[in-house]
């Protein structure tokens, strides 16, 4: 059984940094596409990065050179660090696990107040 948990999140100001965790069980992250949405209050939830099996990263256009998606092999664990945070990053973040299934941790909320 696949089981995807985050970790992190919380209040920060803007222009500080956050750093969000996603362990998975049961699935060997190197071997899927991981990947973090956020979902804004009364928004839909979309993309904010994604990590293939073999590394290759992208991001979405409002993060670029602020977020970082890395992935550690021996922990089984993908993060997304966030710096130089905005109000407006403020939002539920999820961790997506993609294979043959799909698979979605349970949220985490970032509050970046101004």
């Known amino acids: 059984q696949v089981q995807v948990e985050q970790s992190g999140g919380g209040l920060v100001q803007a222009g500080g940094s956050l750093r969000l965790s996603c362990v998975a069980s049961g699935i060997i992250l190197s071997t899927t596409v991981t990947s973090w949405y956020r979902q804004g209050p009364g928004r839909q939830r979309w993309l904010v990065a994604v990590?293939?099996?073999?590394?290759?990263?992208n991001y979405a256009d409002s993060v670029k050179g602020r977020f970082t998606i890395s992935r550690d092999n021996t922990q089984n664990t993908v993060y997304l660090q966030m710096n130089s945070l905005k109000p407006e990053d403020t939002a539920v973040y999820y961790c997506?696990?993609?294979?043959?299934?799909?698979?979605w941790g349970q949220g985490t909320q970032v509050t970046v107040s101004s």
């Open positions: 990590i293939n099996g073999d590394g290759r990263t």
């Open positions: 997506n696990v993609l294979d043959q299934s799909s698979y």
